[in-house]
């Protein structure tokens, strides 16, 4: 869907829903309304599976030669503890909100969060 409207100069702008999606919100500088919190573009715009590609070819390099092992459980652990961390406090620590959220089973969300020592 096709949005028009007016910025601020009152120029003609035309975007859509994608654009509509919230930027992040940094504490600090006072905004027009007066707020404390200012609404800024994130730093990169690398999708998460670049970032991902980039520390992966960063840690092989720096293992010089020396045997790598079980790389595919270390990729896991690295990713899925942050996501239920943030998942589990964007939820509040509701289990049912997260494990929708996620796509998983309450169940199967107790027993990760079980593993990496995460508690709601």
């Known amino acids: 869907m096709t949005r028009a409207g007016t910025d601020t100069a009152g120029t003609d702008t035309a ?3 994608d654009d509509l999606a919230p930027a992040p919100v940094h504490p ?3 905004t027009a309304h007066g707020g404390d919190f200012q609404v800024v573009q994130a730093d990169r715009a690398e999708p998460l599976s670049k970032c991902v590609q980039d520390a992966l070819t960063t840690y092989l390099h720096h293992m010089d030669g020396h045997r790598v092992v079980d790389l595919h459980r270390l990729v896991l652990e690295e990713v899925e503890r942050p996501l239920f961390e943030t998942v589990m406090r964007h939820a509040e620590g509701n289990l049912t909100l997260a494990a929708q959220m ?8 107790r027993k990760r969060l079980t593993h990496y020592g995460i508690t709601r």
């Open 15 to 17: 975007g859509t829903d």
């Open 28 to 30: 600090g500088t006072k």
């Open 102 to 109: 996620l796509g998983l089973t309450r169940s199967t969300l």
